[in-house]
T-cell receptor, first 114, second 116 residues
Framework: ETGVTQSPTHLIKTRGQQVTLRCSSQSGHNTVSWYQQALGQGPQFIFQYYREEENGRGNFPPRFSGLQFPNYSSELNVNALELDDSALYLC?????????????FGPGTRLTVT | AQKVTQAQTEISVVEKEDVTLDCVYE???????LFWYKQPPSGELVFLIR??????QNEISGRYSWNFQKSTSSFNFTITASQVVDSAVYFCALSEGNTGFQKLVFGTGTRLLVSP
């Protein structure tokens, strides 16, 4: 069984640029969530995708957007990067969309905005 | 609003000591789920346990045990006979049951350092 994978591992971008992060969900999982983890903090929920649609969103501006593909993989796009966007971005997949299902996390993408 | 508080920022113990990590949560829902995750230096969050609000039974898994008390809104995690490999940041998280989607709300984490 393949776990959650994310790419790239590290990324350095300049303020104002755009970035795309990618995630492949664990085999058999149809729901993908994205979290932002600033240094020394707990992860913050960005949004969740199910059946290729966003079905829940945290307190993040519209410049954070995403996609889910028919194979359940997902992308996180961030436009107009700001210095505060520097963080570890974690993708998690779960077996179904219900609130009680465990979420399994990938290794994350560390984004640095200069 | 939902909130998770992990008041212990960092705990240092010597190998073989027992250690308890505290977690206090706030929610208005009667249906909710509590989780513990481990984050080693590699960065990947590792799922440890899930508990729903209707199941207050304590759970033991090897050296790990969890104590869920609704009366005090706490879900504490104890490691017995700690080992160096237990060194990591541990997160407690809450998910409310009536949102239609799963949003994990995490605490700020407790860094556990186990020295030989």
């Amino acid at each position: 069984e393949t776990g959650v994978t994310q790419s790239p591992t590290h990324l350095i971008k300049t303020r104002g640029q755009q970035v795309t992060l990618r995630c492949s969900s664990q085999s058999g999982h149809n729901t993908v969530s994205w979290y932002q983890q600033a240094l020394g903090q707990g992860p913050q929920f960005i949004f969740q995708y199910y059946r290729e649609e966003e079905n829940g969103r945290g307190n993040f501006p519209p410049r954070f957007s995403g996609l889910q593909f028919p194979n359940y993989s997902s992308e996180l796009n961030v436009n107009a990067l700001e210095l505060d966007d520097s963080a570890l971005y974690l993708c998690a997949s779960s077996l179904a969309v219900g609130t009680g299902y465990e979420q399994y996390f990938g290794p994350g993408t560390r984004l640095t905005v200069t | 609003a939902q909130k998770v508080t992990q008041a212990q920022t960092e705990i240092s113990v010597v190998e073989k000591e027992d250690v308890t990590l505290d977690c206090v949560y706030e929610t208005r829902d009667t249906t909710y789920y509590l989780f513990w995750y481990k984050q080693p230096p590699s960065g990947e969050l590792v799922f440890l346990i899930r508990r729903n609000s209707f199941d207050e039974q304590n759970e033991i898994s090897g050296r790990y045990s969890w104590n869920f008390q609704k009366s005090t809104s706490s879900f504490n995690f104890t490691i017995t006979a700690s080992q160096v490999v237990d060194s990591a940041v541990y997160f407690c998280a809450l998910s409310e049951g009536n949102t239609g989607f799963q949003k994990l709300v995490f605490g700020t984490g407790t860094r556990l350092l186990v020295s030989p």
